[in-house]
C-alpha cells in the first residue's frame, strides 16, 4: 500500500513538474518579427562557429584583448580575402561575398544555398537604386526580376523556418522570445 502511494505521488509530481515545464515554456514578451527571427538564428550559428573556433564571439560594448586577437575575431566572422562570390549591379558597382567564415556557415545553414542567397537576396535590396538608375519605375524592376523575388521569398521562408527551430532548441544570446 506504501509503495502504490508513493508511486502515485511520484506520478503526480512528476506530471505536475512536466506541466509546469511546458507553461513556462511559452513566450513571455511579444514575438520577433521574421527580420529579427532570422537574425537572432544568425547570432545563435555565429556564436557557436566562433566559440567552436576558440574565439569569443563579440558583443556591443566589448573591446577585443589586442588587435591581434580583434583582427582573428574578423576573420573567422567574416572570412579572408578573397571573396569568392561576386555579383555586378545593374549600375556597374560589384558586390562581393566570402563563402568561408562563420556567417557564411550562417547563411548556408539558414538558407540552404548561400550562393543563390547572395544571388537573389543582392538584387532584391537593390531594387530601387536600380530603378533610379535605369529612370524607370519600382513596379517595372519588380516585373524585371519577378524570378529572383519569388526565389528570394522561397529561400526567405526556408530561413525563417529554421530560424524557428533553432531558437526554440537554443539559448538566445538577445534575450528575445520567437
Not at 500500500?1 to 506541466?19: E, K, N, P, S, W
Request: hydrophobic share 40%; glycine share 6%; proline share 8%.
Amino acid at each position: 500500500m506504501i509503495h502504490r502511494t508513493r508511486v502515485r505521488t511520484l506520478a503526480l509530481v512528476t506530471g505536475a513538474l512536466l506541466l509546469a515545464g511546458c507553461a513556462s515554456n511559452r513566450p513571455t514578451g511579444p514575438a520577433r518579427s521574421p527580420d529579427d527571427t532570422v537574425r537572432a538564428a544568425q547570432l545563435v550559428l555565429a556564436d557557436h562557429c566562433l566559440t567552436d573556433r576558440g574565439l569569443t564571439p563579440p558583443r556591443p560594448g566589448q573591446r577585443a584583448q589586442s588587435p591581434a586577437d580583434e583582427e582573428r575575431v574578423a576573420d573567422a566572422l567574416f572570412g579572408r580575402p578573397p571573396a569568392e562570390l561576386s555579383l555586378t549591379l545593374a549600375n556597374g558597382i560589384p558586390v562581393r561575398a566570402h563563402t568561408d567564415g562563420c556567417l557564411a556557415a550562417a547563411q548556408r545553414t539558414l538558407y540552404g544555398d548561400q550562393k543563390r542567397w547572395f544571388q537573389v537576396s543582392t538584387v532584391v535590396n537593390n531594387l530601387k537604386p536600380e530603378a533610379a538608375w535605369r529612370h524607370t519605375s519600382l513596379a517595372a524592376v519588380r516585373e524585371r526580376h519577378r524570378a529572383d523575388l519569388t526565389t528570394w521569398r522561397r529561400l526567405r521562408a526556408h530561413a525563417l523556418d529554421v530560424s524557428a527551430r533553432i531558437l526554440r532548441t537554443t539559448p538566445d544570446p538577445t534575450g528575445g522570445t520567437p
